[in-house]
């Protein structure tokens, strides 16, 4: 398969690129590093992209900033932050990128444990991964085709436990290798409209 992975640069993306390469051609795509320069909160840059790579037969989605800062002090500015870059950023990807996906191809965004076990100063990432999990529900029976799209939603990250760890007191975390088989699972299966956590 032909597969793009936006975001291949990060902590999670280096290891879905990673165990993905070995069975299949991965193009990379980040803001600054990778095969392909863009930046997922802007149409013509996206648009770009996809016109760049041509046919895909899987768009990987591991992008996307969040704001995490105290909700007592907390802007709308600053929740516009994961709203237009983490939830718009990656369904500007599948919107635009279902287009250049082939017959039965696939597209896999990232969501996060957030979604559904809520951390101090986490209000905006709790609220940006549960709607990024409920546009893949509602897509999922839209998409024509044969084409499916799933979530990936981790735990913390072993690989990011001393970056995170302090603001996820108490919680298990996850070797990257691990969480990139998920990835692989969405890629290279059959499913559609799931969300597959890894945290257990
Ligand atoms: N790390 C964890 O423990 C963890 C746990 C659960 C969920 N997640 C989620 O997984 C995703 C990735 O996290 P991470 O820790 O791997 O992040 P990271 O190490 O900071 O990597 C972020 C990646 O996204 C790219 N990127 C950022 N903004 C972009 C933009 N506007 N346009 C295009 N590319 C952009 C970066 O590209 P450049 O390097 O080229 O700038 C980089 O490749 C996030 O959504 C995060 O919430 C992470």
Redesign the pocket.
């Known amino acids: 398969m032909k597969i793009l992975v936006?975001?291949?640069?990060?902590?999670?993306?280096r290891a879905v690129a990673s165990a993905l390469a070995q069975r299949h051609e991965v193009l990379s795509a980040?803001?600054?590093?990778?095969d392909y320069r863009?930046?997922?909160?802007r149409d013509d840059s996206v648009e770009a992209l996809f016109k760049a790579t041509g046919p895909l037969d899987a768009i990987v989605s591991?992008?996307?900033?969040?704001f995490f800062g105290p909700l007592g002090t907390m802007r709308p500015v600053d929740f516009e932050v994961g709203l237009q870059?983490?939830l718009l950023?990656q369904v500007r990807l599948a919107l635009l990128g279902q287009h250049v996906l082939r017959d039965g191809g696939s597209i896999t965004l990232?969501t996060?444990?957030v979604a559904e076990e809520p951390i101090r100063h986490g209000t905006n990432?709790s609220a940006v991964n549960a709607a990024v999990e409920g546009f893949v529900k509602g897509a999922a029976i839209e998409l024509l085709r044969g084409q499916r799209i799933n979530a990936i939603s981790?735990?913390?990250?072993t690989e990011?436990q001393n970056a995170?760890g302090a603001v996820f007191p108490g919680f298990e975390t996850v070797p990257a290798v691990r969480v990139a088989q998920a990835y692989v699972r969405s890629v290279e299966g059959a499913q559609t409209g799931r969300v597959y956590r890894v945290w257990q």
């Open positions: 936006i975001g291949a640069s990060g902590t999670v993306g980040g803001r600054e590093h990778g863009v930046d997922i909160t591991t992008a996307g900033a969040l870059n983490k950023g990232t996060g444990i990432a981790p735990t913390l990250l990011s995170y």
